[in-house]
């Protein structure tokens, strides 16, 4: 009997805990404390940037100089917006620019990249001069550029009587451009070159070990080990760098303020000339087009990088 017994009773013990394990576990309780501490960022975010652009978005379906009395036009704002000539230009400019600058920034990046991963001496502290561009404000650069296109340039090209130096090449409009491509390319190469530094210290030794012992040279290296390990790098550092050389403002105010006449006047530039120009419901509709083409680029960016993530 004791020995019948014995399984009877561990099945009627193990019933209960089988049943308590197949219960799904009960969600972790949030102490109201991380609410509390929440509550002003997110009331801060709310004022200063949330209802900002809400009002905006109501502004561009008005006509509304910034002030006073306005009315409701509906779609007028964002009917004429793809007929504006000044307009159409920006945006020809912005696109132009990212694309060149996004082009530049990563080529240099990358063969900063592959020299400074090789065994020179002093590569640390090469390193961290080639990172000194990204801390300083763009404004700041913009200006010191600007009195070496302007004054010290020219001078040169006087000294060496080199005639296409003689004249600032901030003064010409079909020139003036790349001089803002080389200068935004000097200040966002830093972050791209750490960028691909990382990805280079992530490959294995052993595999560029492994090529050499094959016979690889290291053209071949770079072309078939390199190249493909880096590829979600390079998406990365092309989607985020195209989105940021879109909303370009500081460094060609400090260079050109969008001149010659209007030639490298940016889209950010042209939306905020609407705040004294009077016409501020019209540049809000501008910036709603502009809002949604960053916003797509950034759901671009958020999807590219998880799939390389997801192969990785």
């Known amino acids: 009997m004791a020995i019948h017994a ?3 009773a561990s099945r009627t013990a193990a019933a209960p805990a089988t049943g308590a394990a197949a219960r799904p576990a009960r969600r972790r309780r949030v102490d109201a404390t991380y609410y509390l501490f929440l509550l002003p960022t997110v009331a801060l975010f709310t004022l200063a940037i949330t209802l900002p652009a809400v009002m905006g978005v109501v502004y561009s379906f008005t006509d509304s100089i910034g002030f006073g009395e306005y009315r409701f036009i509906g779609l007028t704002n964002y009917a004429v917006l793809f007929t504006d000539p000044a ?13 060149v600058t996004v082009l530049v920034v990563n080529v240099v990046a990358f063969l900063l990249a592959i020299g400074l991963a090789a ?8 390193r961290t001069v080639f990172v000194l561009p990204m801390v300083v404000s763009g404004i700041v650069i913009a200006y010191v550029f600007s009195f070496l296109f302007s004054t010290a340039l020219p001078r040169f090209g006087s000294a060496l ?6 004249t600032s090449l901030l003064a010409n409009p079909d020139l003036a451009w790349t001089a803002i491509v080389v200068v935004t390319a000097w200040q966002a190469v830093p972050s791209a070159l750490l960028v691909y530094t990382a990805g280079i210290m992530s490959i294995p030794d052993e595999v560029y070990e492994a090529a050499s012992i094959d016979g690889a040279s290291g053209w071949r290296q770079l072309r078939t080990i390199t190249l493909p390990l880096l590829a979600g790098y390079v998406l990365i550092n092309v989607v985020i760098g195209f989105k940021n050389f879109l909303n370009a403002y500081d ?5 050109t303020d969008g001149g010659p006449g209007t030639a490298t006047r940016s889209v950010a530039m042209t939306i905020f000339s609407g705040f004294q120009g009077g016409d501020y419901a019209y540049q809000m509709a501008n910036a709603t087009i502009f809002f949604l083409i960053a916003l797509v680029l950034a759901l671009l960016q958020l999807r590219l990088t998880r799939g390389r993530v997801a192969v990785r």
């Open 251 to 255: 460094v060609i105010v400090g260079l």
């Open 161 to 166: 009587g080199l005639e296409a130096l003689q």
């Open 87 to 99: 307009i159409l230009s920006s945006y020809g400019f912005t696109v132009g620019f990212a694309l």
């Open 6 to 8: 014995a399984p009877a």
């Open 119 to 126: 065994r020179i001496p002093a590569r640390a502290a090469l």
